[in-house]
């Protein structure tokens, strides 16, 4: 079975820095894109960045500048760096990626979610 865990939410005040991070276990055979996604109340989830395994990065245009995503391949993890927060980055951020994963002799690839971890900016 294969999972994505991530960990680094909290409570921070506007123009503070907080670091998520996203590791990814189980019969892992090889990991595509990663990305990050955040979801705030009564919004649909919106893609915040993503990045390949080549090393290729890609951002929204409201966080352009002020997050950074990057990735360890040789530990399975994916981390969003922000900085300069502002109350409207308040969301639940959720970690996706693309994997294939081995069962047996059989491998599959497949889209991964992480739990979510909530994200708070006060002004």
């Known amino acids: 079975q294969v999972q994505l865990v991530e960990s680094g939410g909290g409570l921070v005040q506007a123009g503070g820095s907080l670091r998520l991070s996203c590791a990814a276990s189980g019969s892992i055979f090889s990991i595509n894109a990663m990305g990050w996604y955040r979801q705030a109340p009564g919004k649909q989830r919106e893609l915040v960045a993503a990045?390949?395994?080549?090393?290729?990065?890609d951002y929204a245009d409201s966080v352009k500048g002020r997050f950074t995503i990057s990735r360890d391949n040789a530990k399975n993890t994916v981390y969003l760096q922000m900085n300069s927060l502002k109350p409207e980055d308040t969301a639940v951020y959720y970690c996706a990626a693309d994997m294939t994963y081995y069962s047996g002799s059989s491998y599959y690839e497949d889209d991964y979610w992480g739990q979510g971890t909530q994200v708070t900016v006060s002004s």
């Open positions: 990045i390949t395994s080549g090393g290729t990065t």
